[in-house]
């Protein structure tokens, strides 16, 4: 199998700290520096998968940062630079301890809730007699807490503002952001044939200033299904064709594993890992309108952590 990158343990000048998230690892350089590394890992459920995934790491590392830079005028974020493929690195934020859900379609864990007889999401009212997959009216927000393990939870932005997490005047600064930014994203798919159905953005504060955190717009993060086969394929009540990481939480569903107790991972093949890289380079090119050149995967971590070191003694 092509080399994959699923674990860093780098030390760099100046290291202040270290996070090894689900799919990222996040290096504190100094008080105000980060340095994130978008690993081959790839989770679902909440569970992290024992493979990695050919190139998955660079995919959503140059989607996140081409995003980054097309949202800029709408609000600030945290990129300084890509100085690797699989790398970004920014400003150092405190993160708000809730993720803004946007969602323009009924489909996903909303759909199944819906399908269970929920009639309300995260504080929203859901109109009657919808179908999976059915436009809203208007996109609606559906935060979820930020869980550091474990589940994210879904909260209303009443209870998100009761217990504190956000105050209200900042609550409602982060949904004209989250609305904004998921309309430059819908029209920028709309120019790819592309719906953007869902998604998620993480939002930091620093110096008193909200910043756009993490990545946006990516499959890991977003749903996507094809302009020209949405209305056809939902009057028909059939699947969409979708390019996110749906693809990978049905193959598990279909093999017994929702990340509950007691249920095992399929066995994932390097045929299969190759399958689901091959669906993350499609949707690079598809979003992002050009040819994904794949890096040099001979020695991987040695080559971060080359580049990372160059960048960080150049910064000074």
Known sequence: MKSTLVNTNFHFNGQTNVYHGKVRDVYS???DLLVMIATDRISAFDVVLP????????VLNQIAAKFLDATADIVPNWKLATPDPMVTTGLRCEPYKVEMVIRGYLTGSAWREYKAGARTLCGVSLPEGMKENQKFPTP???????ADEGHDENISKEEIIAQGLV?????EQLEKYTYALFQRGTEMAAQKNLILVDTKY??????GKIYLIDEIHTPDSSRYFYTDTYQDLFEKGEEQRQLSKEFVRKWLMDNGFQGKEGQTVPEMTEEYCNSVSERYIELYEKIVGEPFIKADVSNVSERIEENISRYLKKRG
Do not use: A, C, L
């Open 167 to 171: 105050s209200r005047e900042e609550y």
């Open 29 to 31: 350089v100094g008080n």
């Open 140 to 146: 609606i927000i559906t935060p979820t807490t930020k």
């Open 202 to 207: 993480e939002f930091g504060k620093k110096d």
């Open 51 to 58: 493979k990695g995934i050919p190139y998955k790491g660079q």
